[in-house]
């Protein structure tokens, strides 16, 4: 018992390690050598671990379902929404495992075998919101559900990326606002707009225990 706890945090530690070089270098100037010295560990346990940079490299893409699965957004209607682009960009901000994992979905395109359900993760927990915002009378007639979605979450992936580039993302959650402000009248019906907030609820998520 005590060796099996001993090696899920080893490969947490690697797991964080490679967060932190993917999140700084990205997948393709991101070595074996600087993760491993970097996770404090030998090189025989992260192979015993991961065979591979590109496996190790999904597997941090893999956890960002976990923190996908913890979103508990208790706000009504297409605020919902907003909430959780909110939450995301505050762990963008806070967490190296969320940025490597974002960043590493988008550079997927160099590796050998992407993994896209992350990216469909998020646009499937996006569209249940959508779809509860449109039963609460929240999205305008004639709307796709999926497409709405869809758009949400391209764009949430290239307002990152361009405040990434432009400030570090220091200005992300102005940013975010901004697209929501533009966003929202082509979404909901012209009377909910003053009861939606495009800076997000306070406190925009619980998580669930």
Partial sequence: M??????VQTRQEI??????????RGYAAATMAEIISVAGVTKGAVYFHFTSKEEL???????????????DIAAPGMQ?????????????????????????????????????DAYQASASLVRSLVVRAEESGDLLPGLDPSAVAETVTA???????TSQALSNRRDLLHRLKDFWTLLLPGLVPPERLPELNPAGSKPARRSRS
């Fill in 155 to 161: 764009s949430f992936a290239g307002i990152q990326l």
């Fill in 57 to 71: 490299a999904l597997a941090v893409v893999a956890e960002q379902s976990p923190w996908l699965d913890m979103q």
């Fill in 2 to 7: 005590v060796q099996q706890a001993r090696a």
């Fill in 80 to 116: 919902a929404v907003i909430d959780l682009t909110m939450a995301y960009a505050r762990a963008l901000l806070n967490d190296s495992m969320i940025r490597a994992a974002v960043r590493l979905v988008i550079e997927q395109g160099t590796f050998e075998n992407p993994d896209r």
């Fill in 15 to 24: 797991l964080r390690a490679a967060a932190d070089v993917f999140d700084r």
